[in-house]
T-cell receptor
């Protein structure tokens, strides 16, 4: 089955720790995205990547970092600089720039809690 | 500022009571408008894509329409299993750099009572 896999489903972080959220897709999509969802805020874009080895900051990139070394993978690191990391994180992918059928498909999310 | 606004924030319906959800947008460089359904604790599930004014898409009890400034998600004779948050997103072309991104509204939480 083609799809997007996020892991882990639940993650607990201590103050001052960096944690990495995994996102893998086997849809052969070029574009990948990371969103953060908080109650009442909707989805806010953290980082996005149109192609391997290239990514851009979204609206709330501070305290986060990403890499795109492979087409299938787009991991997100939540660093200790992120002051309020507790949230629901969603990864998505779409076919890519300049093409039709550009809808994004989402993983099932990772819920990160600071303890 | 580019915006996507959904209304109402929350909607309660009785089973069988039809209604509509609204998504208005003011983004430039629109390349598509998408509707998603999201259940609690899960990722959004794709429903529809609309590309041009006048376009309509249907799936079971849902019908999405698009004008130049807004989209509607019509729900006909809803059932309790239609209860979810419905999200609207626009696919925006960013002229500087030629990149593209999705901008989401905050969603409408729909509750259908039996």
């Amino acid at each position: 089955d083609g799809g997007i896999t996020q892991s882990p489903k639940y993650l607990f972080r201590k103050e001052g720790q960096n944690v990495t959220l995994s996102c893998e897709q086997n849809l052969n999509h070029d574009a990948m995205y990371w969103y953060r969802q908080d109650p009442g805020q909707g989805l806010r874009l953290i980082y996005y990547s149109q192609i391997v080895n290239d990514f851009q900051k979204g609206d709330i990139a501070e305290g986060y970092s990403v890499s795109r070394e492979k087409k299938e993978s787009f991991p997100l690191t939540v660093t200790s600089a992120q002051k309020n990391p507790t949230a629901f994180y969603l990864c998505a992918s779409s076919i890519g720039r300049g093409r039709r059928n550009t809808e994004a498909f989402f993983g099932q999310g990772t819920r990160l809690t600071v303890v | 500022e580019d915006q996507v606004t959904q209304s109402p924030e929350a909607l309660r319906l009785q089973e069988g009571e039809s209604s509509s959800l609204n998504c208005s947008y003011t983004v430039s460089g629109l390349r598509g408008l998408f509707w998603y359904r999201q259940d609690p604790g899960k990722g959004p599930e794709f429903l529809f894509t609309l590309y041009s004014a006048g376009e309509e898409k249907e799936k079971e009890r849902l019908k999405a329409t698009l004008t130049k400034k807004e989209s509607f998600l019509h729900i006909t004779a809803p059932k309790p299993e239609d209860s979810a948050t419905y999200l609207c997103a626009v696919h925006q072309l960013i002229t500087q750099g030629g990149s593209e991104k999705l901008v989401f509204g905050k969603g409408t939480k729909l509750t259908v009572n039996p």
